[in-house]
């Protein structure tokens, strides 16, 4: 069985929730350790994400039929590298229609793609809603929910159940104005500032080592998930052989 490639797709129902800041720090611990990656960015008006990496991440407009083709063609491409998605709620909706009709899963499957959203959750009750429609939509998609304290103060758990208990919420600590005056400065990188520690750790540190700590924890738990899904194809394969 060929190795896995995943394929992030960070998504938000609503604005201002640090959507394109949690693909950010994803992309960073990709980069930091090594993975071959690509990224797009859906948000042709305002194309945040393609800015802070402009030579690894694409924008792309598929509010038409062509774009849509072009991005779902891309990623079935480069099935060899890590592929991040920022998707934002102007074309949540669409994104998710599009994935659902032209049946990805299956084809993203036969190439050894696993697609992950981590939705970033909230409390409007509509939000909860969705979740739970896309999950009954795209059965075949591993769900991660994401709780940023800084736009919500509290979700209920069983409204964004992950789509394993292995998959634990992952958690976006609040940031204070003396992080959040960092990691806003032009050109600041994640992983950089991780690994200078001229004065001993800091704050930003801290924070920034927690989120990569999850992302970690996340990577784990889906290489077992793919080690048991092996295995158990192998089993499968054997008896087959001897029946």
Same mark, same amino acid.
């Given at each position: 069985m060929p190795q896995q490639s995943q394929l992030y797709i960070v998504a938000a129902r609503?604005?201002?929730?640090?959507?394109?800041l949690l693909t950010r720090l994803l992309i960073e611990f990709l980069r930091f350790n090594g993975r071959p990656l690509v990224g797009y960015d859906l948000d042709p008006r305002e194309p945040s994400l393609a800015g802070c990496f402009p030579s690894l991440v694409w924008p792309i407009d598929i509010a038409d039929t062509r774009g849509q083709m072009a991005l779902f063609d891309r990623i079935l491409a480069d099935q060899w590298r890590t592929t991040v998605i920022d998707l934002g709620q102007g074309l949540f909706d669409q994104f998710f229609k599009v994935m659902a009709e032209i049946g990805f899963e299956d084809e993203a499957r036969r190439r050894s793609i696993q697609p992950i959203i981590l939705f970033i959750t909230d409390s409007a009750p509509f939000t909860a809603q969705t979740y739970a429609g896309l999950r009954g939509r795209l059965e075949q998609t591993i769900f991660v929910p994401v709780h940023n304290?800084?736009? %919500?103060?509290m979700i209920i758990g069983q409204d964004f159940p992950p789509? %394993?208990?292995?998959y634990e919420i992952i958690r976006m600590p609040r940031l204070s104005p003396i992080v959040r005056g960092v990691i806003d400065r032009p050109g600041f990188s994640f992983s950089t500032y991780k690994g200078t520690q001229p004065g001993g750790p800091t704050e930003v540190h801290s924070w920034i080592g927690k989120i990569f700590a999850e992302f970690r924890e996340l990577e784990l738990q889906l290489l077992l998930g793919e080690l048991e899904s092996s295995l158990r194809g192998g089993g499968k394969a054997q008896m087959q052989q001897t029946g």
């Open positions: 609503h604005p201002r929730v640090g959507k394109t304290e800084a736009a %919500s103060f789509s %394993s208990p292995k």
